[in-house]
T-cell receptor, first 116, second 114 residues
Framework: AQSVTQLDSQVPVFEEAPVELRCNYS??????LFWYVQYPNQGLQLLLKYLSGSTLVKGINGFEAEFNKSQTSFHLRKPSVHISDTAEYFCAVSDGMNTGFQKLVFGTGTRLLVSP | EPEVTQTPSHQVTQMGQEVILRCVPI?????FYWYRQILGQKVEFLVSFYNNEISEKSEIFDDQFSVERPDGSNFTLKIRSTKLEDSAMYFCASTSRGGPGEQYFGPGTRLTVT
């Protein structure tokens, strides 16, 4: 079984500052990794995903994440945040050995609060 | 851009009542999921559905829950006799294929059981 830990429930940051949202996972098999974002009153939107290949993954809105197998981490980063990045961010994992259904196992989420 | 829609956005019901949460997945998608998020907790997988059959369900998805695709567009989650602990945000998701395809999520239905 997989699990995901997002240690930071809330991350306050000033506009144009860099940010890192941390995600660690545990799994006995290979995994696929995802970051989703949820804006107020909206559904979950995929930011980026790691399936295989390059460990540095670039996503939408200037976000990127790096897969680190030895540290079982998939931290999300952005070099300069905007007010509009204020949202809830969810890290998720699915079974990398399964070619059929891909249920997602989510972390508890990190609320990114960007202030002027 | 196609999107997953869910109705209602908020449902209030009394304990013991039946509720049906509705989802309209993206039209060419074939794989469907329900997740829920109790306030302040993780988003949790409930059930996956393909070709009019449940393919996997979690231990949360007990006999009080059922899913159905009554026509070519809707995908519903029914809770037969709601409990207080069923209060949560329920998300529907769909994908066009199996494997690690992007799951497109709806905006959710907030269910409040009183």
């Amino acid at each position: 079984a997989q699990s995901v830990t997002q240690l930071d429930s809330q991350v306050p940051v000033f506009e144009e500052a860099p940010v890192e949202l941390r995600c660690n996972y545990s799994s006995s098999v290979s995994v696929y990794l995802f970051w989703y974002v949820q804006y107020p009153n909206q559904g979950l939107q995929l930011l980026l995903k790691y399936l295989s290949g390059s460990t540095l993954v670039k996503g939408i809105n200037g976000f990127e994440a790096e897969f680190n197998k030895s540290q079982t981490s998939f931290h999300l980063r952005k070099p300069s945040v905007h007010i509009s990045d204020t949202a809830e961010y969810f890290c998720a994992v699915s079974d990398g050995m399964n070619t059929g259904f891909q249920k997602l196992v989510f972390g508890t989420g990190t609320r990114l609060l960007v202030s002027p | 851009e196609p999107e997953v829609t869910q109705t209602p956005s908020h449902q209030v019901t009394q304990m013991g009542q039946e509720v049906i949460l509705r989802c309209v997945p993206i039209s060419n998608h074939l794989y469907f999921y329900w997740y829920r998020q109790i306030l302040g907790q993780k988003v949790e997988f409930l059930v996956s559905f393909y070709n009019n059959e449940i393919s996997e369900k979690s231990e949360i998805f007990d006999d009080q829950f059922s899913v159905e695709r009554p026509d070519g567009s809707n995908f519903t989650l029914k809770i037969r006799s709601t409990k207080l602990e069923d209060s949560a945000m329920y998300f529907c998701a769909s994908t066009s294929r199996g494997g690690p395809g992007e799951q497109y999520f709806g905006p959710g239905t907030r269910l409040t059981v009183t």
